[in-house]
């Protein structure tokens, strides 16, 4: 610890401002509210006159602790992310630690950057919604904060994970849909190698039925208009009963919309479901059964998982923890 | 700088690992993809054998940098702030910098909360679409960071802003409507009163029309039923021909699909309208005429902005960049 020499420390403005240097370190933390405005005033003008910088990366080396968490999402164009990272920050935030989003974007070059990014700053944790396989991940991330994986099953992990029944979920809504008498579905989901939960949620399908088409879309860029008219025609193709299952939300919030309307979902010759995140598809269509998952919860369940491990030292287990989806 | 004694540096890593020093900074860094399999995995091994940490809070007292910008939205549950921060991290990604954002959840206290805790971190700048007041802000924002006003138009700001023509568009829009013979409007929105670009917006609207009634959501929970039968309560109060005017896409989302299907909508004795982030909104009922605004690219030019800060060493102006909105 050196430059103790003559630049003003916190008990120089504690003092000048008569007050405590706990006092002086709420005021610096922003807790304002159990502070009256004049204490408030007094701190601020002893630090601006004192010419006072609180070193936050000098504070870092000496606790070792940001207080920062880093959730790696894949898209935050899925409201599965926003809510998980909302469950994320509701507990981190009741524990005294902040939550951040990064975007990876679907993109495993971008995700390798952020993790690198996320490994060289002073996160206390991380919280990762992975495409990477786990020995890149351990390869990139050098420093011993703790790692909870969320939403993708990834075996051989060492890092305790937070997931959802993808499998039996899927297979469970499939196998209903057969008993009511449709027998070829028409799975509507991104690129499927890149994911695992995705490849878990078709495995699951076909366990139940047989007459599967896959339509894959891509989260980059897809045409909506292509999209659309391909449904169609795997739609049409058939006499048989026929459901599209959209391996996630967004892809009920952006097709199903105008297949309704133009009155191709008309639950008897064909229908649709798929993993929702929200109440938004099942306002679209009342009358869709759907697969509800619960990213508020995973993320809340993740951040449990990640503040137990910062109140061990960072020690962590292998377990998994499985939210299941509902179907309803 | 102290602890050059006999712990590892990055030149002994390279040694053993007959790489230059700036190999394994990149593989510090994560930079992998110019690196062979072979010579990251030399390097691997080097770190390991000489135990060597690099010490990232030591790197940033060097370097007074963490490449780290925060951008704090109102709520991630709307696609302007994820499109939002879509448009952040593109424009920093390809200038060196990593985007993270926070989530105020439209909660003035948490936003204290969070701009005290990047206050006190290392990140280079702040990105920030505010509900606090300029004073407020000033107060826990102690250090020099360069910071960038985003969507809400905030009178003496000495930072610059980027913004969306709200007024005009609201204004622009309305008067559309009332040539074709709208004279009755609902305005469906959050708190009018927590947030600037919501009263600009209402503004623009009472200066094209005189008969506007306000329906105020809460963001934080509303009934969905509850909201859905006083928009129809107010549709049928009148015969006026009456235009339901979202100022924000979410609500657009959220209720007029029913309103649609249940026949409210048939753009003849009523319609809809309002600020749109995506194409969504669009698809659900492709007759509505809405204002586009483009979250994206506010992003990408607050970005921009930022990072012309941080090469001027942090000089700031306090221009207003207006990105406008799209009526069509």
Avoid: C
């Avoid at 009342?286 to 109140?311: D, H, R, T, Y």
């Amino acid at each position: 610890m050196q430059n103790d020499k003559h630049s003003a420390n916190i008990k120089d403005v504690a003092a000048l401002a008569q007050v405590s240097t706990a006092t002086v370190s709420r005021f610096l933390n922003g807790n304002l509210n159990r502070m009256s405005d004049a204490t408030a005033e007094r701190v601020r003008v002893a630090i601006d006159k004192l010419k006072y910088v609180p070193n936050s990366a000098a504070r870092q080396m000496t606790t070792k602790s940001s207080k920062l968490i880093a959730l790696i999402v894949a898209n935050t164009d899925d409201y599965f992310s926003t809510e998980l990272f909302k469950g994320v920050s509701s507990i981190l935030e009741s524990n005294g630690y902040i939550g951040t989003m990064l975007d990876s974007d679907s993109d495993l070059q971008r995700e390798k950057n952020l993790l690198a990014a996320v490994n060289s700053h002073t996160f206390d944790g991380l919280i990762l919604q992975p495409f990477s396989t786990i020995s890149t991940i351990e390869n990139i991330m050098r420093r011993s904060a703790p790692i909870v994986i969320v939403d993708r099953e990834t075996p051989q992990s060492p890092w305790p994970q937070v997931v959802t029944n993808n499998f039996d979920a899927a297979r469970e809504a499939t196998a209903y849909f057969v008993k009511q008498g449709f027998s070829h579905f028409i799975v509507l989901t991104s690129d499927l190698s890149a994911a695992t939960n995705r490849r878990e949620r078709y495995r699951g399908i076909l366990a139940a039925a047989t007459n599967v088409d896959v339509l894959e879309v891509s989260e980059a860029s897809y045409n909506h208009r292509d999209i659309h008219e391909k449904l169609i025609q795997l739609l049409t193709k058939t006499n048989e009963r026929t459901v599209i299952f959209a391996l996630k939300e967004r892809w009920i919030l952006e097709f199903v919309p105008n297949l309704v309307l133009q009155g191709y979902l008309d639950n008897v010759k064909a229908t649709a479901t798929g993993f929702a995140d929200t109440a938004m598809s099942r306002r679209l269509e009342p009358k869709m059964k759907l697969i509800s998952q619960n990213p508020f919860l995973l993320g809340a369940s993740a951040a449990e998982v990640m503040v137990q491990a910062l109140k061990d030292g960072g020690e962590q287990n292998d377990d998994v923890i499985v939210v299941p989806a509902k179907f309803k």
